[in-house]
């Protein structure tokens, strides 16, 4: 055991919409490359999610909503029944375990994905191709040169996400959080080195944030604003993104959306001591979480504890952890009571498949 006492707000309860939260903690949303082959998920996932259930809030993977946008082996989806009944046997061992809301990050992952795992060339808004390899089911491949999104497909994929998030009501989630971040689909559309479009989705930051605001109006539309979140990454280079107008940008996609009443906004990569948080917990009128920037390589001996202290103390309403929830089942239970936290086994920290590294980390007791 250690000395410190349990934060004064991160495991105080607090409201998000209609839900009540026991603490202020929220399991970030984190690949974990489990599902079958198609995109469903397993039971081994229901434990794993379960095992995570005294989190506040559990924002579920990154999953896609057609085929097109799939962007790894295994990674999950949900546009078919099949993923329907999966996903709906995870929320259930969740609620099973005393778990608080759930909602599902629906991602595409446009440039981000290959052929030999989806059976389709990428889609993105321009056709540039990433700049570095893509992971398929034989190994790492060279990125493909993306098809440029027509209208069409736009429109399609705005559909896509709706049709997604109504059945992800079906399969027992609270709500959705909508992935603009992270170097995939909707990022892409964000990012001048990625958009070099000319008509209205494209050019000036007006074009380049019109196609996230219009999944989001979708989304609202489908299943209720309050359902639905939003998540972003200014400045975060992953996946070849270069965000060279951030502090225009971003101010004015929280302006676009600001006054629909969605659930939340979700800042990855989140650093109190830069301008733009501030402007961006000045912009939002709503729950904002904040994913603090922790060591890449390692879990600090907290937790993670003061990194969220500090985002809200700077006015974030809730805090997202990610590899601290992989590795600690029991993170709040560990917070509560300043006790040791389990280190990431690297070599199975994320993408292995199996239990190994997944279920299999220990737990006060046990």
Request: aromatic share 6%; proline share 9%.
């Amino acid at each position: 055991m250690t000395e410190h006492t349990a934060p004064s707000r991160l495991l105080s309860p607090a409201r998000l919409g209609a839900h009540e939260l026991t603490n202020r903690l929220v399991m970030a949303p984190m690949t974990r490359n489990r599902a079958e082959n198609d995109g469903t998920p397993t039971p081994l996932m229901a434990e794993y999610y379960a095992q995570r259930a005294s989190a506040g809030l559990i924002i579920a993977e990154a999953s896609t909503p057609s085929t097109v946008g799939t962007t790894y082996p295994h990674i999950t989806a949900l546009h078919t029944d099949e993923h329907t009944a999966g996903w709906r046997q995870v929320t259930k061992a969740v609620d099973a375990a005393g778990g608080g809301p759930m909602f599902l990050q629906i991602q595409h992952g446009g440039r981000v994905g290959h052929p030999d795992t989806s059976g389709l060339t990428p889609l993105a808004p321009s056709p540039i191709p990433l700049p570095e390899p893509v992971v398929t089911p034989t190994g790492r491949q060279p990125a493909v040169t993306p098809r440029e999104m027509t209208h069409t497909d736009i429109r399609q994929t705005v559909r896509d996400f709706a049709a997604t998030a109504r059945r992800a009501l079906d399969a027992g989630f609270a709500g959705v959080e909508v992935h603009s971040a992270n170097g995939y689909l909707l990022h892409q559309f964000l990012a001048p080195n990625t958009n070099h479009r000319t008509d209205a989705y494209g050019g000036s930051v007006e074009g380049r944030i019109r196609f996230t605001t219009e999944v989001v109006d979708a989304i609202a539309e489908a299943i209720g604003a309050d359902r639905t979140g939003l998540r972003i990454s200014p400045g975060n280079a992953v996946n070849g993104i270069d965000d060279t107008d951030a502090d225009l940008l971003y101010p004015a996609l929280l302006e676009a959306n600001a006054g629909k009443g969605l659930a939340y906004l979700h800042t990855a990569f989140a650093d109190p001591a830069q301008p733009l948080f501030a402007r961006l917990r000045e912009g939002w009128p709503g729950t904002l979480i904040a994913n603090p920037v922790l060591p890449a390589d390692r879990i600090p001996a907290d937790g993670g504890r003061e990194a969220a202290e500090r985002l809200l103390g700077a006015g974030a309403d809730l805090v997202a952890l990610g590899r601290p929830f992989l590795a600690n089942p029991d993170l709040v239970e560990r917070m509560r009571a300043g006790a040791p936290v389990n280190a990431v086994r690297s070599k199975y920290a994320m993408y292995t498949g199996g239990p190994v590294g997944y279920t299999d980390y220990p737990v006060l007791g046990g």
